[in-house]
């Protein structure tokens, strides 16, 4: 039996992304589980939404931030699996059955940018700044993550229950691994092909967040580390 999905889109100022995205993910046969969380976009990403039947749209009247976005995706979701993917196209919506297979015998399923080589396109420090996150979060969380902020991923309902997620910005993404991780899971990860975006501008400001990052990842392993161990679990 199939898992019911469904699939949290974040979205600001993506107009030139969000009709391929919808195209791409109707034709994966996705589109009537999709949920987009528009941040306060300033062109017109929700009138192009809005011409599709099925989207369930989320506004925020003002930029929240990308954890807020997810945040906001995750709680509206009913289905067994939650599947979270950026409409910025880097990351291809075909992939999803590739993340639901993954998902039959893992809570967490990373789809990682560096399992098949190095990514084209990806610039020299940005490959080494994920590299080096990736594996201090490894050594502190026990996991054997490569691309600890990839933009797309798929969580099993019953593994997101009981998670506390406050952060608002990109460190959301932090925050929810070490969270997953403190509740005993092992996050897997599946090869998948990047291709760097065409169109837009990245949201992402690289060295703020790995300042951040570097704050709150010793943050979260001290509060691991004053909580009973929990058994691990796939």
């Known amino acids: 039996?199939?898992?019911?999905?469904?699939?949290?889109?974040?979205?600001?100022n993506e107009e030139a992304n969000v009709d391929e995205f919808y195209r791409r993910l109707s034709q994966a046969g996705y589109a009537t589980s999709l949920i987009v969380v528009d941040n306060a976009s300033t062109d017109r990403t929700v009138e192009r939404l809005q011409r599709y039947p099925g989207v369930r749209l989320i506004r925020h009247e003002s930029n929240?931030?990308?954890?807020a976005s997810i945040r906001d995706g995750i709680a509206a979701c009913q289905g067994n699996v939650v599947v979270i993917i950026d409409a910025d196209l880097e990351y291809p919506p075909?992939?999803?059955?590739?993340?639901l297979v993954a998902l039959e015998h893992h809570s967490a399923v990373y789809a990682s940018r560096f399992l098949s080589g190095q990514p084209g396109g990806m610039p020299f420090l940005r490959r080494l700044g994920n590299g080096a996150i990736s594996s201090i979060f490894n050594v502190l969380f026990r996991q054997r993550t490569t691309d600890l902020y990839t933009g797309m991923k798929g969580i099993r309902r019953d593994a997101l229950r009981g998670l506390v997620l406050e952060q608002n910005g990109f460190e959301h993404v932090l925050e929810l691994s070490a969270r997953l991780a403190m509740a005993g899971h092992r996050i897997h990860e599946i090869p998948v092909t990047y291709v760097p975006r065409a169109v837009g501008v990245s949201k992402m400001r690289h060295i703020p967040e790995t300042l951040k990052y570097l704050w709150l990842v010793a943050r979260y392993r001290l509060q691991w580390s004053r909580r009973p161990a929990q058994a691990v679990t796939t």
Not at 64 to 67: I, K, N, V
Not at 94 to 99: R, T, V
């Open 1 to 12: 039996m199939q898992p019911s999905v469904d699939v949290v889109v974040p979205v600001f």
């Open 64 to 67: 929240l931030g990308y954890g």
């Open 94 to 99: 075909e992939a999803i059955p590739d993340l």
